[in-house]
């Protein structure tokens, strides 16, 4: 018995010394090479989720790149932040989407979501290993494994460019805007029922992060609000949401664009822009920015 398990402990730390191995080197490798720049005429950038993935039209506004995605998290902005204020250091402003949505609760689960630990395993520091590790010990490892695969292919091929790869706008051509308000039994987002309980408890711990770098860099942060439909069921909690972003980011520059002025025909749903609002939006953007 005591051969078996000492065949099994030495089988265990041959396989995860194995690992942490590659996973040292391939990081290295990954970090000394990836490149995050942008064309030397851009010192503006846009990250968030979806709503502002839809909004900015980049191509439309000069000197501005758009590289919110779907989705995303502040944990992952962060990441991308990082490594992005890095490498070029042309960039003096950054806007970061900032909504109720974002304050959620659910927002701590996307770490997940989208299996971006691939993604960006390489920029990892010791803190966001432990948040992984502590919030999902075996969707951490299943992650790992698929990152260090990832990035063994990426030294492989020699794909070092991430620029293209972390987002950027999305151009939407469809509309939902009519069947949503025909149906009267619709009801949008029942996720904001924002009480003290239901926020966020470290997403947004990754947000002051993002302000902070900002700060250290003397790069200027600027929260914004992409525009709504008026009949978006996030309006509901304004006086939470306004409660919040004073007492916790009150100094951080807020452009509220949640009442921009726009018709049912430019929206994809009650809380994202199509290519037509995009541009209505990005045109004004341009003038005023």
Not at 52 to 79: A, C, E, R, V
Not at 125 to 153: S, V
Request: net charge positive; hydrophobic share 35%; proline share 3%.
């Amino acid at each position: 018995m005591r051969l078996f398990l000492k065949n099994i402990i030495l089988f265990l730390s041959i396989v995860y010394g194995s690992i942490f191995i590659m996973l040292i080197i391939s990081n290295q490798i990954i970090n000394s090479r990836a490149s995050f720049k942008l064309k030397p005429n851009i010192n503006k950038i846009v990250l968030g989720n979806s709503h502002p993935t839809g909004t900015f039209n980049d191509s439309l506004i000069s000197n501005l790149k758009n590289l919110s995605d779907p989705g995303d998290s502040y944990f992952y902005g962060y990441q991308k932040l990082k490594e992005l204020l890095k490498q070029n250091p042309q960039v003096d402003t950054v806007f970061v989407e900032f909504n109720p949505k974002t304050i959620l609760k659910w927002e701590d689960s996307k770490l997940w979501r989208k299996h971006q630990v691939p993604n960006y395993l390489a920029f990892f520091e010791f803190e966001d290993h432990k948040l992984l590790a502590t919030d999902n010990n075996i969707g951490y490892q299943q992650e790992l494994i698929k990152g260090i695969a990832k990035n063994l292919k990426r030294i492989m091929l020699n794909q070092y460019n991430y620029t293209d790869s972390i987002g950027g706008y999305r151009y939407v051509n469809n509309t939902r805007i009519d069947a949503i308000l025909d149906t009267l039994k619709y009801n949008p987002q029942k996720q904001y029922s924002l009480k003290e309980n239901s926020l966020s408890e470290y997403d947004i711990s990754y947000l002051n992060k993002m302000v902070s770098l900002c700060k250290n860099e003397d790069v200027q942060i600027i929260f914004v609000r992409s525009p709504y439909h008026k009949k978006f069921d996030g309006h509901r909690y304004e006086t939470i949401f306004q409660s919040y972003r004073r007492e916790n980011f009150g100094t951080i520059p807020f452009l509220d664009f949640q009442n921009f002025p726009l018709e049912d025909v430019d929206f994809k749903d009650l809380e994202h822009l199509n290519y037509i609002g995009a541009r209505k939006f990005s045109l004004w953007f341009e003038k005023e920015f």
